[in-house]
């Protein structure tokens, strides 16, 4: 009650504002009066809304082939439990850990969110596979309405989500049809330090610092990495993307041969990465030296483009 009153209140100062204004002859430029909504927007609803496109009727990652759905309940891992006693996950997406130092509640606050937009409610979902994982989900892409009104666009959740820094892009095998749109979502939050960001331990680690071998052995779970390539590697059965000139201390990227084709499929030479700068995700491995293996392009990023 006290927020309407006060959006009312605020609303009539700004018309009053205005009014005054054209008597004088003046006039407040569209872009100030956008910026105030915004403001007045936000101190009203105690939140930023983030401008998300509607869902694409066709492509890898759209409604198209999407079903109807009607969602039960929110689980506690984030599955969407749906009525008629299916359970969905949504692909590509990694959720706030229980404890994030940057962020605490994070996680809480993700659920949350996830409960209060489609608990109850219809949706669309695009599965990703005929039938469920070992684990009993159903790998999805999910579609609902953003807004309460009848003709409220169809938007991508996971998309959503990651965009609001409640969720990290997991480079699921399943998920790699939406890397792009995932990413390019994921990335103002990512760049501005928002929500799951915020945790140091999320943020992606610089290969090229003295401290990124430490920082890699630390760290736990899936882990993203940035730097500049620096030279390449051989051998019978894998190619390496060093990240450094010391062998046993520096990062390196590790694609077996047998997945080669994959990445060349899509247009990624690892010969022709040498001194580009990439980020990429993925489990570290330690024998020899920080180590991450990739096995499908959805794992890596190439971040400039080819110097002419």
């Known amino acids: 009650m006290k927020?309407?009153?006060?959006?009312?209140?605020?609303?009539?100062?700004?018309?009053?504002?205005?009014?005054?204004?054209?008597?004088?002859?003046s006039h407040l430029p569209v872009r100030d009066v956008f910026d105030v909504a915004a403001v007045v927007c936000a101190l009203f609803w105690g939140s930023?809304?983030?401008?998300?496109?509607?869902?694409?009727?066709?492509?890898?990652?759209?409604?198209?082939?999407?079903t109807p759905a009607t969602v039960a309940a929110i689980d506690k891992d984030f599955d969407l439990l749906l009525d008629d006693g299916r359970r969905a996950a949504i692909s590509g997406l990694e959720f706030p850990?229980?404890?994030?130092?940057?962020?605490?509640?994070?996680?809480?606050?993700?659920?949350?969110?996830?409960s209060d937009w489609l608990a109850g409610r219809d949706v669309f979902l695009g599965a990703f596979a005929a039938s469920p994982d070992r684990w009993g989900h159903v790998p999805a892409r999910v579609f609902a309405p953003r807004g309460e009104t009848p003709d409220a666009p169809l938007v991508s959740v996971g998309e959503a989500l990651l965009e609001e820094g409640l969720a990290r892009f997991r480079p699921d095998r399943a998920a790699a049809p939406c890397a792009a749109a995932y990413l390019a979502a994921e990335a103002p939050a990512r760049e501005e330090g928002r929500g799951i960001w915020a945790d140091p331990a999320a943020r992606a680690v610089n290969a090229g610092s003295k401290e990124a071998a430490r920082a890699l052995l630390q760290r736990k779970g899936i882990i993203?990495?940035?730097?500049?390539?620096?030279?390449?590697?051989?051998?019978?059965?894998?190619?390496?993307?060093n990240f450094g000139q010391?062998?046993?201390?520096?990062?390196?990227?590790?694609?077996?041969?047998?997945?080669?084709?994959?990445?060349?499929?899509?247009?990624?030479?690892p010969r022709k990465l040498i001194g580009r700068r990439a980020r990429v995700r993925g489990l570290i491995e330690t024998g020899l030296g920080p180590r991450m293996e990739i096995s499908a392009p959805a794992d890596i990023e190439i971040l400039e483009d080819a110097k002419p």
């Open 48 to 66: 930023t809304v983030y401008a998300l496109n509607p869902a694409p009727e066709t492509g890898v990652c759209s409604l198209e082939s999407a």
């Open 224 to 241: 993203v990495v940035e730097g500049r390539i620096a030279s390449f590697g051989e051998t019978r059965g894998a190619i390496y993307l």
């Open 246 to 269: 010391k062998r046993a201390e520096d990062f390196a990227i590790v694609i077996l041969r047998r997945n080669l084709a994959i990445f060349q499929a899509s247009g990624i030479e």
């Open 3 to 25: 927020k309407r009153i006060f959006l009312k209140n605020v609303l009539a100062d700004l018309g009053e504002a205005m009014w005054r204004m054209g008597r004088r002859g």
């Open 97 to 114: 850990p229980p404890v994030a130092q940057g962020a605490p509640g994070l996680r809480a606050q993700a659920r949350k969110r996830l």
